[in-house]
């Protein structure tokens, strides 16, 4: 059974840092791209970031462009999301993904497998 489990997530000041991790079993992931999206409270699920399989391409949303950083260890079947300048507008329930392909994608539709998620709490 394929398993994506989040982890890293709470409260946390504004200005402040979260690692969010996220541990795939059942199968690797290691061809796949992999994606981290977030909802908060009363809006759509949005894409935060994704990376490609080789590590080599990167995808950010706007709004944490310059303060988020994915990475991945493919020996560890592992995907990280490094949340830096942390804001109250990013406070919301974060979710990595495995995509369908090699090569990221912003889209929820590009995405099979999808973790429960972790909460992320900024205050202000």
């Known amino acids: 059974q394929v398993q994506l489990v989040e982890s890293g997530g709470g409260l946390v000041q504004t200005g402040g840092s979260l690692r969010l991790s996220c541990a795939a079993s059942g199968r690797t992931f290691s061809s796949n791209a992999m994606g981290w999206f977030r909802q908060a409270p009363g809006k759509e699920r949005e894409f935060v970031a994704a990376?490609?399989?080789?590590?080599?391409?990167?995808y950010y949303a706007g709004s944490v462009k310059g303060r988020f950083t994915i990475s991945r260890d493919n020996a560890k079947n592992t995907v990280y999301l490094q949340m830096n300048s942390l804001k109250p507008e990013d406070t919301a329930v974060y979710y990595c993904?495995?995509?369908?392909?090699?090569?990221?994608?912003?889209?929820?539709?590009?995405?099979?497998?999808w973790g429960q998620g972790t909460q992320v709490t900024v205050s202000s």
């Open positions: 993904a495995a995509g369908r392909l090699g090569i990221p994608g912003t889209r929820e539709g590009s995405y099979d497998y």
């Open positions: 990376i490609s399989w080789s590590n080599d391409i990167t």
